[in-house]
């Protein structure tokens, strides 16, 4: 990849471009939001690199990383919706907070494709022309359903469960959701003592640690997405509860896989793949661009479960380079 200015942009971010042919642009340019520079977006940037590589159509894609700060991804919005771009696909930053700014992209006749995240319901069918996403209900009972046959493995009737979330995005309300109902179904005994909420790594480990304090008998943390469940994993283990309390949680990565093959604190972890949902959104985004809207706007994405330390294991053999 090449690092290059984008004509007649004021922006205060470098702009990456793929797949550049003879012209910069000529078949297309495509902005392109990653949320934060967790993994899973090293991740969709690969697939989706790859994707338009494989096509007949390569356009230029001005890429960026907002951090998870709604006011960056407005200006990059601006920006993409100013020069016309022929499609945004981004993660958005909030379901509310980011509605003005992919309005703005609509309006301009710039076609939106989001993907993991997402606005409001009414704004996605409004405003967006597809959403890759992974069923986020499915995707926490998955888990749900690991942490329940770890308890009935181990014969623990009445858990204590605390949960570590990232409830800023509707995903991750409708993970835990999922979590929930799958858990309490096969278990019903177990109780949710806590959840709160640790959008960073080390957000994570401190609020999961405030649990510990209030609830040292805790059997078990579910982290909705990457940072939560590592930060549980971090607590857990510096508070030396190492063989009594227990982790499953989301998203996969090479610490990830690393801890489930110790398999003494990290006992399960549900995935999406980066690499498979930037591939889709290339593939959707092209069809777009074709003139053939998706016949739904929702476009799944397949969920891949990992519980138990041989497939930490295989996980890392793999994906040698770490990207999910």
């Known amino acids: 990849m090449k690092n290059v200015l984008a004509t007649g942009l004021a922006l205060c971010m470098a702009l990456v471009t793929a797949g550049c042919g003879p012209q910069i642009g000529s078949e297309g340019r495509i902005g392109v939001i990653y949320l934060n520079a967790e993994g899973y977006y090293a991740g969709v940037q690969r697939g989706l690199t790859a994707g338009f590589e494989d096509s007949e159509r390569e356009p230029q894609l001005i890429q960026t990383n907002i951090q998870s700060d709604a006011s ?47 606005v409001t319901d009414e704004a996605t069918e409004e405003f967006v022309s597809a959403y890759i996403l992974g069923d986020p209900t499915e995707f926490g009972a998955a888990s749900g359903r690991q942490m329940a046959q770890y308890f009935l493995d181990e014969g623990i009737e009445e858990p204590k469960v605390a949960i570590v979330n990232c409830e800023q995005f509707e995903v991750c309300i409708q993970r835990r959701e999922g979590f929930e109902a799958a858990l309490l179904e096969q278990v019903p ?11 960073t790594l080390d957000e994570a480990v401190e609020r999961a640690e405030q649990i510990i304090t209030a609830h040292p008998d805790v059997d078990a943390f579910y982290g ?101």
């Open 72 to 118: 960056r991804e407005s200006t990059f919005v601006d920006t993409i919706s100013s020069v016309q771009a022929d499609a945004l696909i981004l993660s958005p930053a909030s379901a509310t907070a980011s509605i003005p700014a992919i309005e703005l992209a609509h309006e301009s006749g710039v076609p939106v494709i989001c993907y993991n995240t997402c």
């Open 224 to 324: 909705e997405a990457g940072s939560q469940m590592l930060g549980a994993v971090r607590a857990v283990r510096a508070r030396g509860l190492t063989g009594e309390t227990v982790v499953f949680g989301g998203d996969m990565s090479t610490q990830a896989a690393q801890m489930l093959a110790d398999n003494t604190i990290l006992k399960g972890v549900t995935d999406i793949s980066g690499i498979k949902v930037g591939d889709l959104a290339a593939e959707v985004t092209l069809q777009i661009l074709a003139g053939s809207e998706p016949d739904d706007v929702i476009v799944p994405a397949p969920i891949d479960e990992y519980a138990t330390a041989e497939s930490g294991l295989e996980w890392i053999e793999t994906h040698p380079d770490g990207i999910p």
């Open 189 to 199: 005994g177990a109780t949710i003592v806590a959840n709160q909420e640790g959008l």
